[in-house]
């Protein structure tokens, strides 16, 4: 048996982490760079984020290598440095889940490339099953314990980064996908279309990520629910409420508080949600709220 699904068949729920990009944000990263290289520059600063995460009692902590590909380091003229940076990542979450007083695992954080699938764009399933492969590789090297895959809109690239990994790394998989345009992926996939495509490639830990906040995620989940079959743990990491700009500061803001994030993540446990974590906007404070609502749950429970 693989250690995520051990560990979610030992544990009563799993509780994930919270946005990487939020805290770097607030850490002074600007847009236009790459959070990637954070991880070789900045590496006191992924440790501070990590040990408040475990602190606040994450049991999963995700690397900072969601723009890992060759394609999104591109952007910033980074491509020829995707070992390098993929590999400082796991080794920085992998240090943090080792010094933990709980048992931690560490997820190998896989996003989308940017690009396109041909033949709507310019994106081949050749080339990026190559590139998720590369990065697969140095986070697998680094010492990360699974692969989640996130924030996916297009079936055919999950499938792509799904392909990649297990082309040089048998560690096990979990997959989420992003319903943020009428309650399906903004390429059309609905949720129901995700369980069974997922299924169908061997993915058994699964569910939605981002999106617009709890009253979506608990939307799709319903659903998810409804047709995955027995043997499927679900996952569902909300963003924090929906995000505000202020023109006064130039900042975006999330307007789900810490209380709003644990009325999620109870109800979503009420749902029968195994694995449960937070996105875009949440920050340790969430995560200290919804272990709180997670465990007293658990006790008026028992």
């Given amino acids: 048996m693989d250690k995520l699904t051990q560990f979610l068949i030992t544990h009563p729920f799993i509780l994930g982490d919270g946005a990487m990009g939020t805290m770097l944000q607030a850490a002074g990263l600007t847009t236009g760079g790459a959070p990637e290289e954070w991880n070789v520059t900045r590496p006191e600063v992924l440790k501070g984020i990590f040990k408040s995460y475990v602190d606040a009692g994450s049991q999963v902590i995700t690397t900072n290598s969601f723009g890992g590909t060759r394609f999104r380091l591109g952007r910033e003229n980074l491509q020829h440095r995707v070992h390098e940076l993929n590999l400082a990542a796991a080794r920085l979450a992998r240090q943090a889940a080792d010094e933990a007083d709980h048992d931690v695992l560490v997820a190998g954080d896989i996003g989308p490339t940017g690009e396109i699938m041909e033949p709507l764009g ?3 399933p050749d080339s990026a ?3 998720f492969a590369e990065q697969a590789a140095a986070l697998a090297e680094g010492g ?3 692969f989640l ?6 079936l055919d690239e999950v ?3 799904i392909a990649g990994i297990r ?3 048998d560690l096990p998989i979990a997959a989420t996908m992003t ?3 009428r309650f399906r992926t903004m390429m059309g996939v609905k949720p129901v279309q995700a369980v069974q495509a997922l299924y169908e490639w061997g993915i058994r830990v699964m569910g939605a990520n981002c999106g617009n906040g709890p009253a979506e995620i608990e939307r799709v989940v319903g659903e998810m629910l409804a047709a995955r079959p027995v043997d499927v743990h679900l996952i569902a990491q909300s963003n924090a409420g929906l995000p505000k700009y202020s023109s006064a500061d130039k900042k975006i803001t999330y307007d789900g508080t810490p209380e ?9 446990r009420e749902m029968g949600v195994r694995y449960i974590g937070a996105c875009c906007g949440s920050t340790p404070a969430h995560i200290a709220a919804m272990r709180a609502a997670l465990e007293t749950r658990e006790g008026e429970s028992s």
């Fill in 159 to 161: 499938e792509a980064a």
């Fill in 122 to 124: 310019a994106l081949t």
């Fill in 129 to 131: 099953r190559l590139a």
């Fill in 167 to 169: 082309s040089g790394c």
């Fill in 179 to 181: 319903f943020d345009t």
């Fill in 260 to 268: 709003v994030m644990a009325a999620y993540a109870r109800k979503m």
């Fill in 144 to 146: 990360v314990d699974f």
């Fill in 149 to 154: 895959i996130e924030t996916m809109s297009a």
